[in-house]
């Protein structure tokens, strides 16, 4: 209850904005109302946009469906028009329930008709029609008297029932008990996106109709198959040409020769076209034929020249006495006159031969003829004529065979009793007076309303549910040139249909806007504006989309709701808008004419573009770096009024080598030379050596210009010998370094023997000392002494691990034990506390020993 309470006081809360709760909650309600919208605005765009890819897919399904066929595609009319029912939503209706048939559905398709059902629909409405007419059996009398008394039994009627849209009838062991595809192969066939709804997707390979030997190549298909596509060698119809190849279902061919066969009149030939031989149309020619009397003449075809007019003969018989009287018939068949034939008296009991001018008069005998009730004779006496009606008195019973009376055998009785049985409806009585049994079906009209809602039942009052409605209804485009017909009922929920022709809507905006048929509202015009922009004041047209119809959609700002359940409308209004500002681009030049740049027309202003100006200041050296600006010619290119002057120091180009500036401001004239002493370090790196940068650069070669780096010193580098260079200071690598003639020491092999030569005789190779006896000598001496030194290293080092030795076992060897020694606690007070101890663990065992004393004597 509070929990309830607390949701009305936040939609208060909602309502009432001077309560800070109900603005949270209503801000809250409109943030997830809001999320709502958008959600279904996003299904109905994805809905509409599916719609298109289904439309291919449902294309290329066609295709496969009917790929096989090799026949002439407007033989596929029907079949195309019941896949399009299976594909297309709401095109498929079920007229029991008036529902549409969807995809994944269970179906049953008539066998006669072909039109879809709900399986669960056919099922209920195929039990009701047999189950009631077998209780209507049961109910009825077995039969009924007639009015001799004889019981006559009922004719048994076989039970079954009809298809809702055909009426075809099936019997009871032909209602579908299970969900079968079209060509009944596969039950329970899973829908699947590639495939035509309800089929199994095999081939159909059903018989074709008529029966040619040949099966359905289609893939699993609603609807009838197509004729067969196959092909068979056939003559022409009357044989006279060669065989030719034809489609099954054309089962024949003409030649287009004529027959040329003699014709029943015996005259004419038959002009007729290849065809079955002897079966020659009657002869058609016309001409005058008078008929067997030669009475009249007519022009009739020549297969009717004997003919017969009305005209009654009339000619005399040999007697002369009588006439014929027969109709039109050839001269000389009149024959004898009948009255001249033996006769016999009208009661047919006496016969004797007489003129034809005497009458045979009556014998005076009963005349005992059959008469017209087929159980008495006539009892009067031999006349002329028929016979009178029975008058014989009969005990004759009603038809309903409750009264019993006598009349004259030739009446008929029947009672006044109304017959109380009610009629094959159920619903009414048959009140007929003296009602045999054998009641009349009801004739009243049904009057019920359809499933359709609009339409009553015009059918014979009945029993189970009425028929379908059989009518169709008209679902119309928005010009009413395109019109499908859907079961009626149906006509509020089907989409209009597509219209290929255009739409005859005016346009809102000054441009033609062609584009089909629909319901909605037109399509925005997409054609450029075209008019003049009256906002930029230029002569260039608007190319803008057209704007005279632009739908707005805008929210009253000064709405509010009257609770959280209202949703704020939202008002569209078309609205013509202003030109925008014009975007075509003009050639525009900046103020100093360094470019010409395309801006839009709304923009089209002679501006700076950013540049330096460029011109060629009077110095001829350097150009205006003033930004981009207003000149008075803007083709020439020198210095003006509004350029600035040059304040820049010389910056001309110095001579090769010179770094240093001119000192001088910018100026015309060439550049005086330059003065500069600078200050560096000879070739050697010891001295430094100053010189004129004129002078130094203006030397003729680089020989000059090294002597001038030169100090005149020895140079201090060496050779790769390693010996000091002995030119005067230089630059680069030292000269002649092959030429080094310095005495240099030199050894044998065994570096015993020492000797003195030039480095370049000892750099060339040529030069090898060889050892002598003392080289000998001292080689041997050498080895000994290398010999003596082994030794002493060896005893040295055993020396050294035998001490090594003695140490380790002075220092892990077994040791003699040593006697420990007690020690005595006694504290700084002197108290010897092993004296202590040892008197308390007398004290407690003298305790023990007490205890155990006392225990055993008690």
Request: glycine fraction near 6%; include cysteine; charged fraction near 25%.
């Amino acid at each position: 209850m509070s929990r309830n309470a607390g949701a009305a006081k936040n939609a208060w809360g909602a309502v009432n904005p001077g309560k800070k709760d109900g603005e949270v909650a209503g801000s809250k309600f409109a943030q997830v109302q809001q999320k709502h919208l958008e959600a279904a605005k996003k299904l109905v765009s994805g809905y509409e946009s599916s719609s298109d890819e289904e439309d291919v897919a449902t294309d290329e399904i066609f295709q496969s469906v009917l790929r096989a066929y090799g026949g002439n595609k407007n033989d596929l009319r029907r079949t195309h028009q019941f896949l399009e029912n299976a594909f297309q939503s709401g095109a498929a209706t079920c007229l029991i329930c008036i529902g549409s048939i969807r995809r994944p559905e269970a179906i049953w398709s008539c066998s006669t008709c072909y039109c879809f059902f709900h399986l669960a629909c056919i099922q209920r409405w195929a039990n009701d029609n047999v189950g009631q007419k077998r209780l209507r059996q049961t109910e009825e009398a077995p039969g009924f008297y007639n009015n001799r008394g004889e019981f006559i039994s009922k004719k048994i009627v076989q039970v079954a029932w009809d298809c809702p849209q055909c009426r075809h009838s099936y019997r009871p062991e032909e209602i579908p008990r299970k969900y079968l595809c079209f060509c009944e192969k596969e039950i329970d066939p899973p829908f699947h996106p590639w495939l035509v709804p309800h089929s199994c997707g095999e081939l159909c390979e059903r018989p074709l109709t008529p029966d040619c030997g040949h099966k359905c190549v289609l893939l699993c298909h609603p609807g009838p198959c197509p004729p067969c596509p196959q092909t068979i060698t056939i003559s022409c119809e009357c044989g006279s040409s060669q065989s030719r190849t034809i489609r099954c279902s054309t089962k024949s061919w003409c030649c287009q020769q004529k027959c040329q066969q003699i014709l029943s009149c015996g005259h004419h030939k038959c002009n007729q076209l290849c065809h079955t031989p002897n079966a020659c149309k009657p002869c058609s020619q016309r001409s005058i034929h008078s008929c067997q009397c030669g009475e009249k003449k007519e022009e009739r075809n020549c297969s009717q020249s004997s003919w017969k007019c009305t005209t009654i003969c009339g000619k005399s018989y040999s007697c002369g006495r009588h006439r014929c009287e027969r109709v039109c018939h050839k001269p000389g068949e009149c024959g004898d006159c009948p009255q001249g034939m033996p006769r016999s008296c009208p009661c047919g009991k006496q016969s004797s031969i007489a003129p034809c001018s005497e009458q045979i008069e009556p014998c005076g005998d009963s005349c005992l003829k059959q008469l017209s009730c087929g159980e008495h004779v006539c009892l009067d006496r031999c006349h002329r004529g028929e016979c009178g009606p029975c008058k014989e008195i009969v005990e004759k019973r009603c038809r309903c065979g409750l009264h019993v009376k006598q009349l004259p055998c030739h009446k008929s009785f029947t009672c006044e009793t109304k017959c109380k049985q009610q009629k094959d409806c159920t619903l009414h009585a048959c009140s007929r007076k003296c009602c045999d049994g054998n009641c009349p079906p009801c004739d009243r009209i049904c009057g019920k309303t359809l499933t359709c809602g609009k339409h009553k039942c015009k059918s014979n009052c009945h029993t189970g549910p009425c028929f379908p409605c059989n009518l169709k209804a008209q679902v119309k485009c928005r010009c009413s040139k395109t019109v499908i017909e859907v079961s009626c009922g149906r006509e509020r929920k089907t989409r209009p249909p597509k219209c290929h022709l255009p739409c005859r809507r005016p346009s809102k905006c000054h441009h033609t806007n062609p584009h089909r048929c629909h319901q909605d509202d037109c399509p925005a015009c997409t054609k450029k504006c075209g008019l003049p922009n009256d906002t930029t004041q230029c002569s260039h047209p608007c190319e803008t989309k057209c704007h005279d119809a632009v739908l707005i959609r805008r929210v009253d700002k000064n709405w509010r709701p009257a609770g959280p359940w209202d949703i704020q409308p939202e008002v569209t209004e078309i609205v013509k808008q202003p030109h925008p500002k014009c975007e075509v681009r003009v050639p525009v030049g900046c103020l100093g004419g360094h470019e010409i740049v395309q801006w839009p027309c709304h923009d089209a202003v002679v501006r700076s573009c950013g540049r330096h100006c460029g011109r060629e200041l009077k110095c001829g050296n350097h150009k205006c770096d003033k930004e981009c600006h207003s000149v008075q010619d803007l083709s020439l290119w020198q210095q003006q009024e509004e350029c600035e002057e040059c304040r820049e120091i010389c910056g001309r180009k110095r001579p090769p080598g010179c770094t240093h500036p001119c000192k001088k401001r910018c100026h015309s004239t060439p550049c005086d030379p330059c003065s500069v002493a600078t200050k560096t370090s000879c070739h050697c790196g010891l001295t430094q050596v100053i010189y004129k940068c004129q002078e130094f650069h203006a030397a003729e070669n680089q020989h000059a210009r090294d002597a001038q780096l030169s100090c005149g010193n020895r140079c201090i580098k060496n050779y790769p010998c390693g010996h000091r260079c002995s030119s005067i200071c230089h630059s680069g690598d030292c000269p002649n370094p092959e030429a080094c003639r310095k005495k240099v020491k030199t050894t044998c092999k065994c570096k015993c023997r020492k000797v003195e030569i030039a480095c370049d005789k000892l750099r060339s190779g040529t030069f090898n000392l060889p050892c002598d006896e003392t080289c000998s000598a001292k080689i041997a001496q050498r080895e000994k002494e290398a010999q003596e030194k082994l030794m002493k290293q060896r005893e040295e080092e055993e020396e050294r691990n035998r001490q090594e030795l003695e140490e380790f076992e002075r220092k892990f060897g077994k040791k003699k034990p040593k006697e420990r020694k007690r020690r005595e606690y006694v504290d700084e007070k002197g108290t010897n506390w092993n004296i202590i101890v040892a008197a308390a663990v007398l004290i407690t065992a003298l305790a023990v020993a007490s205890y155990f004393l006392l225990f055993k004597s008690e």
